[in-house]
């Protein structure tokens, strides 16, 4: 089983900056990719942005690629997530995931909030 954590959300201004992070914990984090995805007020939880294992080949959204920049630290077992010229329309519950052999996990979320 994979416990995931999220944090470093919080309140920023249009054209701000936030890091956010995911620990990981569990024998099964191992080996696999992560992603992360959120979810606005009133719509479904969507895709951001996903990492391979070794961290060589990232994905991203066409509404974030350029802005957000996805890299993992495999001995501290942490995703990151930094986002930077963010905009209101980012504004979102954003949750780790990954998928494993053995289950998808989800972390609790951490919310992001992007004043105009």
């Known amino acids: 089983q994979v416990q995931l954590v999220e944090s470093g959300g919080g309140l920023v201004q249009a054209g701000g900056s936030l890091r956010l992070s995911c620990a990981a914990s569990?024998?099964?984090?191992?080996?696999?990719?992560m992603a992360w995805f959120r979810q606005a007020p009133g719509k479904e939880r969507e895709f951001v942005a996903r990492?391979?294992?070794?961290?060589?080949?990232?994905y991203y959204s066409d509404v974030v690629k350029g802005r957000f920049t996805l890299s993992r630290d495999n001995a501290k077992r942490t995703l990151y997530l930094q986002m930077n010229s963010l905009k209101p329309e980012d504004t979102a519950v954003y949750y780790c995931?990954?998928?494993?052999?053995?289950?998808?996990?989800w972390g609790q979320g951490t919310q992001v909030t992007v004043s105009s």
């Open positions: 995931n990954i998928d494993t052999s053995e289950g998808t996990y």
């Open positions: 569990g024998r099964t984090f191992i080996g696999y990719a």
């Open positions: 990492i391979t294992w070794s961290g060589s080949i990232t």
